[in-house]
């Protein structure tokens, strides 16, 4: 039972002022919590930085890409433009310099009243300069002079999404944070002391009210803390689970060969080396009584998926069950579609079960399963947190594995014997970082490519040159080819100079003469699935998404792609991206589109992007050049995400985490004592509470 301390923080988000049912969903999306937002999700809605205003006597003290605070008076307003597309400008200024305020799409009339003119106004957003004249295009707010509200100096910028303004969120999060209360201390004191870090409350608190702009550093005492936490609790539950699958029977499945050599043979081409060698640390594993966990680390195009299915014959082979999980719909149908292919002409029974299936459906599904009636599964994780039964299950393959979690519920999965485990990664990650994310795992590399594949070529070039992109992305697709678009974000954002997806598919439907299709995560389910049929099909020539097609997605056919504020991304996930073409034997471009100013850091990524095409190098490169202007790959490494800890800086804390978490269950491994109750505090609030139940009653 979750200790009644936390029960405010796990409170529906509902309870929150301001916060009605039409909100919530959009909350939810924003969240990562579609179903039901909760207060410590929003709570735990990580600024990527501090704004730093700076309020100035006069404006010709604004300097460019400053944000200023500023009394202005209303000068003129602009004529109402004809053409929605131009901007609206309303000049403003005092008695030193004047400025114009710039908005689009914005409806002049209410523009008009928000700025009347020879009315005094405090402004404050980012000034740009352009020949000498100064700029703000969109202020962040506005006010009258005589507004008891002052406009803060420092604020987190968080994330955003259409439909909740900043300073909505803003309100929403300092209101929630009326629901965090102090709780006992989980983290050894002496340690405490030593590291100067604040308890609990105190580090939430200085997040979201940051002091200075050094507090968003990733080195300040309270962001250290709060990483250390969320670490101590994925290594705490790893072990527990570990633990208990090492104490649990496992079964020796001795693979007989009838089953994997029909698929070979069957097969227009041979495994590579790399291939054969996984398989065989994997046959080797799966023969010992003990139960296997193992992580295959295959790069991009290396064929994982046939390692999957060979590795699930040796269990069927020894007569068990086989389940393969995979992290989304599109996915799982995916490895469904061409693992029946290959399977089924030699009677291995598979099947589908995933959220998008009728009730009735999965019912059917479920019952084959616990009869025995299908040899080999497929879904997504979400089906198997429910009530799954299997008649004898043998093994589980977790392909492209997104998040801690997944480990500690495989070991609950089962009551009986342990089934051996194969964990699957997209891209491979820097081997500093297995520990951290997978605790005690033993690992197989696919570092091979199949032979004959044409080498991707990759390109970097600014984006102000999309229009030359997209007049070649036209020919392109006059020949015949096809093409991902990848962008960043799925709508505009409020901070972010970023295309979003739906503004590029606007644009490029306007510009290319072929069929095209829009992807992204929060279209509905069978949207998704539209889109992504009929690019497989090739009626779509061009898909414009964003990093949902980052994982797996398999159209040979595809051997182009563009992908935009490239600079945005970790290299791992570029790598990953890329890895969409140069599927088959056509040869294959990427184009990396980055930001017209890119920094040092930026353009070393960039060009270790355009210089190998090895995942191993990358993932290495990766970590070492992590940039802090780096938003979206903040908190993931490769392509596993935290919620808080950057682990690319804050590897360190995994290191202390793991002596810690032995010595705790070496000491006190029911978790009994003062600290180790508290210790479940911790496990309840990263919600890996799972593992709780794997320590014995007594
Ligand atoms: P990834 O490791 O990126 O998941 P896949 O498993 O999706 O790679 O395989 C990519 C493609 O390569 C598939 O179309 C698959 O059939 C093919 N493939 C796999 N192994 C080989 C091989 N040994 N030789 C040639 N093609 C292969
Ligand atoms: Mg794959």
């Given at each position: 039972m979750r200790p009644a301390l936390l029960t405010p923080l796990f409170a529906d988000l509902s309870k929150i002022k301001g916060v009605g049912p039409k909100l919530l969903p959009t909350l939810g999306k924003l969240l990562g919590k579609q179903d039901h937002p909760r207060i410590i999700d929003l709570i735990l809605h990580m600024p990527f930085g501090i704004l730093e205003r700076h309020e100035i006597e006069s404006l010709k003290d604004a300097e460019s890409d400053m944000r200023i605070i500023a009394h202005v008076n209303i000068l003129s307003h602009d004529s109402?433009?004809?053409?929605?597309r131009r901007p609206f400008k309303v000049l403003v200024g005092d008695e030193e310099e004047t400025m114009d305020l710039i908005f689009f799409g914005g409806d002049p009339r209410y523009i008009t009243r928000m700025l009347p003119v020879g009315q005094t106004r405090i402004i404050s957003g980012k000034v740009q300069k352009f020949n000498d004249r100064l700029q703000m295009a969109h202020p962040e707010s506005i006010q009258r002079p005589d507004d008891d509200k002052p406009i803060a100096r420092l604020e987190p910028a968080y994330p955003l999404t259409k439909g909740v303004s900043r300073l909505r969120l803003r309100q929403f999060i300092s209101n929630a944070l009326g629901a965090i209360m102090p709780l006992p201390e989980w983290i050894e004191p002496k340690f405490m002391e030593q590291e100067k870090w604040p308890s609990w409350q105190e580090a939430i608190l200085k997040i979201h009210t940051?002091?200075?702009?050094?507090?968003?550093?990733?080195?300040?005492s309270h962001i250290r803390r709060l990483s250390y936490d969320e670490i101590l609790s994925s290594q705490l539950a790893l072990a527990l689970s570990r633990r208990n699958m090492v104490e649990k029977q496992g079964q020796s499945q001795i693979a007989t060969g009838d089953l994997s050599t029909q698929i070979k043979n069957s097969l227009p081409f041979s495994l590579t080396n790399a291939q054969q060698d996984a398989l065989k640390e994997i046959e080797e594993d799966m023969a010992k009584p003990a139960a296997m966990l193992r992580l295959l680390q295959g790069d991009v195009g290396s064929g994982k998926t046939l390692v999957a299915l060979l590795s699930a014959c040796i269990s069927m082979e020894a007569g068990h069950q086989v389940a393969l999980m995979a992290p989304t719909d599109i996915l799982a149908r995916q490895h469904y579609k061409s693992i029946r292919q290959l399977a089924e002409p030699i009677g291995i029974k598979v099947g589908l079960l995933v959220g998008s299936m009728k009730a009735a459906e999965k019912r059917e599904m479920q019952q084959a399963l616990v009869s025995g009636e299908i040899d080999l599964i497929i879904g997504t994780h979400a089906l198997f947190q429910d009530a799954v039964s299997f008649q004898d299950l043998g093994l589980i393959i977790v392909d492209e594995q997104h998040r801690f979690g997944v480990l500690q519920r495989l070991a609950l999965a089962n009551k009986g014997a342990m089934p051996d485990v194969l964990v699957m990664t997209a891209t491979p990650i820097p081997r500093t970082l297995v520990m951290a994310y997978f605790g005690d795992i033993t690992s197989s590399q696919l570092n091979e490519k199949p032979a004959g594949r044409q080498p991707i070529i990759t390109k970097s070039t600014p984006q102000e040159n999309d229009e030359a992109v997209i007049a070649r992305m036209q020919s392109a697709l006059d020949e015949g080819k096809q093409a991902y678009w990848v962008c960043p974000l799925v709508a505009q954002s409020e901070e972010l100079d970023v295309m979003s997806v739906e503004e590029r598919f606007d644009i490029l439907k306007s510009k290319l003469s072929h069929p095209i299709a829009l992807l992204h995560g929060q279209m509905p389910e069978a949207e998704k699935q539209k889109a992504m049929q009929s690019f497989i099909d090739g009626k779509t020539r061009l898909l414009i998404a964003t990093t949902v097609i980052e994982v797996g997605v398999d159209v040979p056919n595809a051997s182009i792609i563009v992908i935009e504020n490239a600079e945005r991304f970790g290299l791992s996930q570029l790598h990953q991206l890329r890895g969409r073409v140069g599927r088959g034997s056509i040869a294959s471009s990427c184009l990396l589109l980055h930001s017209n100013n890119l920094s040092e850091n930026g353009k070393a990524r960039m060009d270790i992007m355009c210089r190998t095409e090895n995942g191993f190098v990358i993932a290495e490169e990766d970590l070492r050049l992590r940039g802090e202007g780096e938003v979206l790959g903040r908190h993931q490494s490769g392509q596993i995400s935290t919620k808080i800890a950057d682990m690319s800086v804050q590897y360190d804390l995994v290191q202390i985490a793991r002596q810690d978490v032995k010595l705790i269950l070496e000491t006190d491994p029911e978790l009994k004592s003062e600290r180790g109750k508290a210790l479940k505090t911790l496990l309840y609030l990263f919600e890996r509470d799972e593992a709780l139940s794997l320590i014995r009653a007594g």
């Open positions: 109402p433009p004809r053409n929605s940051p002091k200075s702009v050094q507090d968003a550093l990733p080195e300040s």
